[in-house]
């Protein structure tokens, strides 16, 4: 197993490009997440995804855009990248039941210039 | 508004020497408290999830506890493999959605 991988894992992007980051686990999840870590903030929810077709805002969605691929698979899309988007971008999935752990994948280091 | 605060910010220890990280939580009805554990450069990697004050779980050399207000991580004769950012996230109930503290740096010096 696998658990949750990301790709990739690490970008740098010119303002105003775009670009997916790719999130996959094996876990057979229901639910997915999305989130950025930032010095001093913590970690802070972008969006998620509760089960396979649904897709809801978190704490920070302005900039982003998720898609729910299939149950394995959860991307982020930044449409128009901006400097304040520079973070470590973490994708994590639980079961989707009572028992709501979450588990994390590598993360990914987008620098945004 | 549903709140996670955990201190210190820093802590370093001498091998050996245990001690307790402490995370404050107010959330409109509880559903989980939980700790990982991140490395620098890594993903944070899930180490106990506690539902019920009176709560307590031990993994190693880590023991957690959970009261109505506050989570305590106990480490006790910590190694320099203990090394890292101790995280703190909460779950309301009724919600998928985590609240993180901003975490603990523990350094165990050799």
């Known amino acids: 197993n696998a658990g949750v991988t990301q790709t990739p894992k690490f970008q740098v992007l010119k303002t105003g490009q775009s670009m997916t980051l790719q999130c996959a686990q094996d876990m057979n999840h229901n639910s997915m997440y999305w989130y950025r870590q930032d010095p001093g903030m913590g970690l802070r929810l972008i969006y998620y995804s509760a089960s396979e077709g649904t897709t809801d805002k978190g704490e920070v969605p302005n900039g982003y855009n998720v898609s729910r691929l299939n149950k394995r698979e959860f991307s982020l899309r930044l449409e128009s990248a901006a400097p304040s988007q520079t973070s470590v971008y973490f994708c994590?999935?639980?079961?989707?039941?009572?028992?709501?752990?979450?588990?994390f994948g590598p993360g990914t280091r987008l620098l945004v210039l | 508004e549903d709140q996670v605060t955990q201190s210190p910010e820093a802590l370093r220890l001498q091998e050996g020497e245990s001690s307790s990280l402490n995370c404050s939580y107010t959330v409109s009805g509880l559903r989980g408290l939980f700790w990982y554990r991140q490395d620098p450069g890594k993903g944070p990697e899930f180490l106990f999830t506690?539902?019920?004050a009176g709560e307590e779980k031990e993994k190693e050399r880590l023991k957690a506890t959970l009261t109505k207000k506050e989570s305590f991580l106990h480490i006790t004769a910590p190694k320099p493999e203990d090394s890292a950012t101790y995280l703190c996230?909460?779950?309301?109930?009724?919600?998928?959605?985590?609240?993180f503290g901003t975490g603990t740096r523990l350094k165990v010096l050799a």
């Open positions: 506690l539902y019920s």
């Open positions: 994590a999935s639980s079961v989707g039941d009572q028992q709501e752990t979450q588990y």
């Open positions: 996230a909460v779950q309301a109930r009724g919600t998928y959605k985590y609240i």
